[in-house]
Each structure stands twice: as C-alpha cells, then as structure tokens.
C-alpha cells in the first residue's frame, strides 16, 4: 500500500500504463487526494474547488508518467470546461485526460474523446457505480442516460485507491492493475494492515467484515467502548496540527 502521494501516483503510472499495453484504451482512476486546509468538523470546508486545487500536481503528475510510459508524447492543453463543478480537461491529439467528470459535462467529453487512442477518467464525480451509495444515476434520462452509459461501458478501473472510515477503523481500497481490490487497516502513523482481497470493489458489508477481522480492531469492539474509542480519536485529530498546503 502506497503512503505517500508520491508512491501513489507511481503506482498508478504503471497500472495505467500496463493496462494500456494491454488494449485497454478507456480507463478510469481513483485517486486518494491529500487533504489541504482540513477543519475539525470538514475535511474538504473549500468544497470541489479544493480538492481540485489538492488534485491538480498529482495528476500533472500522472500524465507525465503515462505520457512517457506509453509513447503517447505530444503537449496536454490544460482547460476548465465546467467552473462550478472543477471539470479539468488535458487534451492533445492522443490522450484525453478529465480530472472530476461529471454528469452534466458527458457530452463535452463525449465529443473531445472521439478519435483519442487513451481516455483516462480521473476522480468522476457521478455515483452509478459507487459500491459503497445508492445514488441514482447522475446522467439524466432517456437518450442522455443511454448515450453516457454506453459511452463508460468500455471504461476499466485500472486504479483505485480511497479511504473510508467504518466502525472507528480507518480502512483504504487499494487496486492496481491487474491486480484485484486490496483492503488494508490504517493505523495512526499511516501504516497498512493488509486484511482480504476481493474480485471487484468490496461492498460495505464485506468491509464492515474485514474492518472486524483484526485483533485490537475498534470495530470488533462493543458499542459503548467504540464511542469511547471514537471520542479519543477525534481528540487527536482536534490536537493535530493542520495540514500543510
């Protein structure tokens, strides 16, 4: 498991690149977003626009790494093609990147993807294949729906990494191509627990399971000393110093 930012995005260098050696021309990535200017009560207080600003130098990154590990060389121009929702567009002749796709820019990235020999979706922002919500689809109705769906339905997740707290127990979903879904236990110094594998993305069920499976686990605890548990760990993170920008 990666436990740097830096770590990361090599590691989604390689997935990127070793899936399109592998034919897979459309692919989407998740990537975990250091936090910046994070307040006791809001991890993100400066919404979207935030964490794009956090996005930003890591998915510059990326592409740089996916430009030379694939040969698909030529300058990116950079846009912003939706304001309000942080839609980043990186654009050249061979590669269409989007940093936070959403809903209501699909037929702007429809259009710019035609011809391209590598799309790559980064961090979208709709929730019709988010294991862990059942928010309906964000692409509309009728023909728009069907037009979006049959657009993603090529796309392959080559990279996934994200956190999510169950039970008092910090838990991250780790996927790097061609591997299967890693799920590790995060401790306070960051270090990772491996505890299970799963085909596919790992339903909330089978991650209140593994966040349970460890000895020590907060959420093998009972209720009333994994309130406690709780309270100590938003002590800490109220005495932590901020984030550095």
Known sequence: MPRTPERQISL???SVCAAFKEGKTRQRTEILLPLIGATDLDDWPGGIQQQFK????????LLRGVREGTGLTGKLEAEVIDMGD??????????????????????EIIKRAEGK?????????WSTENAYSNVISDFGILWAKERAEKFLQPFVETFYFVQTRVDGENLRVLRAWPLGYQVFAVDEVGGGRFLGSEP????YATLKELAASFEGSKAAMGIIDRMYAEADYMRKTMKAPPPRE
Do not use: H, W, Y
Request: glycine share 6%; net charge negative.
């Open 86 to 107: 942080a839609v980043g567009c990186f654009e050249s002749d061979k590669i269409l990147a989007v940093l936070f796709p959403s809903g209501s820019t699909m037929k």
């Open 117 to 125: 020999e590598l799309v790559l979706l980064i961090n979208p922002q």
């Open 54 to 61: 956090a996005a930003l130098p890591l998915v510059e990154d």
């Open 200 to 203: 596919g993305r790992p339903a």
């Open 12 to 14: 989604a260098v390689r």
